[in-house]
């Protein structure tokens, strides 16, 4: 259809058009889009042609319903489609009208303004001298059918030129939508080309070989560029990503990661068995492409180096593809197996190397590592020989190791009398700054369910746009009680109405974010301790639900003064009396405790637990 003569295409922003998306803690802000658009009309391509002027910032089309609200064209767009579509209608109008002038026609048609009649029959009244008449030759000729207006068509931009030079002069950070400086995006392209290149990451291919492999196109692929610094000190990182991960369904998108109790239990055993275990961060880079490639996969080359009629043939996995995760996993399995280590059944992500000592936990591209500081040194030398590495740091009391660390965007800190541990406190400052704003804080998160019993006139489910903002809230709030037993069985009673949130739901979030304004930290102490015991407590809230009269099971496993993991959660089914509610409190205190004694297993850890 792009081939068609008469037909082009242009490419606008849509913030020009007032397309707005909700923003981080609250409120619009509009969104840029890039927008391909295609017509064989000049005149609705012209009202188009668009391009933010700057002067706003930008919201990312991320997370929640923000993409599929995207798809709804604001209503500056439909105006300027409305607009374009009558000035080309006046235009043909016009252009009819020649070839009527063309062929001495005395009647205008209907709707035509007198200036237009006056210039028409002028062109009319010259048209016996040649050199006068040649437009209007060229117009009765195409007069029996659809009207092109050449004139215009050269005021249309080719959308592959106009795609380039957008790129080269305008970058925008993928997760925030702030531009990005050109010059350091084009070096941090370079940088990532030349490494695939240097890595054999794939081997150029005629696209007709893709064609006949596959029976398809070639996968797209797209620039990633995200600042991993700040805006006075930019560290821009780039990555070239293949879009595949939305073309089907299937179970080899996904990866193991260990749960998050083995990373606390790790902290746990290394403070329990003497001041001389140390904790060891490495983190993988470009983690993916270590991996080989074991299937045919081809995808469009970066723009830098692309050829017409040549894509690429993947020999190793590229960020985007769909066994990217599963392949580096198995890389690392067998690398680490090959060095020693015994690799977890309980979670295939946590390794033990008997011999040495060393524990290591694994979550995505990231070493977690302890042990003594010879055994970390040998093992960190033979991970160097088969993975490309970033040494993040040490904890420990040592010369030159570190006090404080994050690992997962926790903060682990090394003291006197123990580690430390901590949950990343910028979701509480979001949750507060989105929710709580600038009311008074509370001294509790509201835990009964008759903080959600709707008052009289309150029964009806809120709009749309202000579910969705209450559903990003409480997940947040959800992911954050991972790491805070204060606000768990809070956070628990908000995700269950996430469905059909209502003015009640919306009060006890506000309670929530409230609360944490006032108590936005909460540290876990590990201090120093020798062959402690594994403890289970558990307790339950029988019929605590009004609406269905669910009862509630709690509990959290102790290893001696340690706290490994809480939980809170909603009993399947109604129990009869407290002792029922009780002992499928005790039941789940049981399985859990079974659970984190396998994870413990994995980690060469022997403990026996009691509930």
């Given at each position: 259809?792009?081939?068609?003569?008469?037909?082009?295409?242009?490419?606008?922003?849509?913030?020009?058009?007032?397309?707005?998306?909700?923003?981080?803690?609250?409120g619009r802000a509009l969104a840029r889009k890039l927008t391909r658009f295609m017509s064989s009309s000049p005149a609705v391509l012209e009202a188009l042609s668009r391009k933010c002027q700057g002067g706003h910032a930008h919201a990312p089309l991320l997370g929640g319903t923000r993409a599929r609200d995207a798809a709804v064209y604001p209503p500056g767009l439909c105006e300027a489609i409305a607009r374009g579509a009558a000035e080309q209608l006046r235009r043909d109008e016009r252009a009819d009208w020649y070839t009527a002038a063309a062929s001495a026609s005395s009647v205008p048609p209907a709707g035509l303004t007198q200036t237009f009649i006056l210039v028409l029959g002028a062109a009319a009244a010259s048209a016996s001298s040649p050199a006068q008449t040649s437009t209007l030759d060229i117009a009765a000729v195409r007069g029996g059918g659809e009207v092109h207006c050449d004139d215009a068509q050269g005021r249309t931009k080719d959308e592959d030129t106009e795609l380039a030079a957008w790129t080269a002069g305008e970058v925008y950070d993928e997760i925030t939508g702030a531009p990005l400086p050109p010059k350091l995006v084009q070096q941090a392209r370079a940088e990532e080309i030349k490494f695939m290149l240097d890595w054999g990451v794939w081997e150029r291919a005629p696209i007709a070989d893709c064609w006949a492999e596959t029976g398809k196109a070639p996968i797209g692929s797209k620039w990633v560029d995200v600042n991993k610094g700040d805006a006075t000190k930019p560290l821009i990182r780039s990555r070239f990503v293949v879009k595949e991960i939305a073309t089907y369904k299937s179970d080899d998108f996904f990866a193991a990661t260990p749960p998050l109790e083995a990373l606390r239990l790790l902290l746990s055993t290394a403070a329990s068995t003497g001041h001389d275990i140390k904790v060891e961060v490495l983190d993988a880079r470009k983690a993916?492409?270590?991996?080989?490639?074991?299937?045919?996969?081809?995808?469009?080359?970066?723009?830098?180096?692309?050829?017409?009629?040549?894509?690429?043939?993947?020999?190793?996995?590229?960020?985007?593809?769909?066994?990217?995760?599963?392949?580096?996993?198995?890389?690392?399995?067998?690398?680490?197996?090959?060095?020693?280590?015994?690799?977890?059944?309980?979670?295939?992500?946590?390794?033990?190397?008997?011999?040495?000592?060393?524990?290591?936990?694994?979550?995505?591209?990231?070493?977690?590592?302890?042990?003594t500081a010879g055994a970390l040194d040998e093992v960190k030398a033979r991970m160097h020989e088969r993975f490309l590495l970033k040494e993040l740091g040490r904890l420990g009391n040592g010369e030159g190791e570190l006090k404080e660390l994050r690992v997962l965007n926790r903060i682990i800190q090394w003291t006197p009398a123990g580690l430390r541990y901590e949950a990343d406190p910028r979701h509480a400052e979001i949750v507060v700054r989105g929710v709580a704003g600038a009311e008074r804080a509370l001294s509790a998160p509201g835990t009964s369910s008759k903080e959600f019993e709707a008052a009289p006139g309150e029964e009806d489910v809120l709009p749309e746009r202000t579910a969705s903002l209450f559903r990003s809230f409480a997940a947040r709030a959800n992911y954050l009680a991972?790491?805070?037993?204060?606000?768990?069985?809070?956070?628990?009673?908000?995700?269950?109405?996430?469905?059909?949130?209502?003015?009640?739901?919306?009060?006890?979030?506000?309670?929530?974010?409230?609360?944490?304004?006032?108590?936005?930290?909460?540290?876990?102490?590990?201090?120093w301790q020798i062959c402690p015991v594994l403890r289970v407590y558990t307790d339950s809230d029988f019929a605590g639900c009004i609406a269905t009269r669910l009862s509630t099971s709690g509990g959290a496993i102790m290893l001696g003064a340690h706290l490994l993991k809480h939980w809170a959660s909603t009993q399947k089914r109604i129990t009869l009396s407290s002792g029922e509610a009780e002992l499928g409190a005790v039941v789940r205190g049981f399985s859990e405790a079974l659970g984190l004694q396998s994870v413990a297993r994995d980690l060469g850890v022997d403990l026996q637990p009691e509930v």
């Open positions: 259809l792009r081939a068609t003569p008469g037909v082009s295409a242009v490419v606008a922003h849509q913030c020009a058009f007032g397309l707005e998306t909700s923003a981080q803690g609250g993916h492409l270590h991996a080989f490639a074991d299937r045919t996969v081809f995808v469009r080359l970066p723009p830098e180096v692309d050829e017409p009629g040549w894509c690429a043939r993947l020999v190793r996995c590229l960020y985007g593809t769909r066994d990217a995760p599963k392949r580096w996993q198995a890389f690392l399995d067998e690398q680490l197996v090959a060095m020693g280590f015994a690799k977890g059944r309980a979670s295939p992500c946590c390794f033990h190397h008997a011999q040495l000592g060393v524990r290591c936990i694994v979550h995505g591209d990231d070493f977690v590592l302890s042990g991972l790491d805070r037993p204060d606000i768990s069985q809070a956070t628990k009673e908000l995700c269950r109405r996430m469905s059909a949130p209502k003015a009640a739901d919306l009060r006890a979030l506000a309670r929530v974010a409230r609360y944490l304004a006032g108590a936005g930290r909460v540290v876990y102490e590990y201090p």
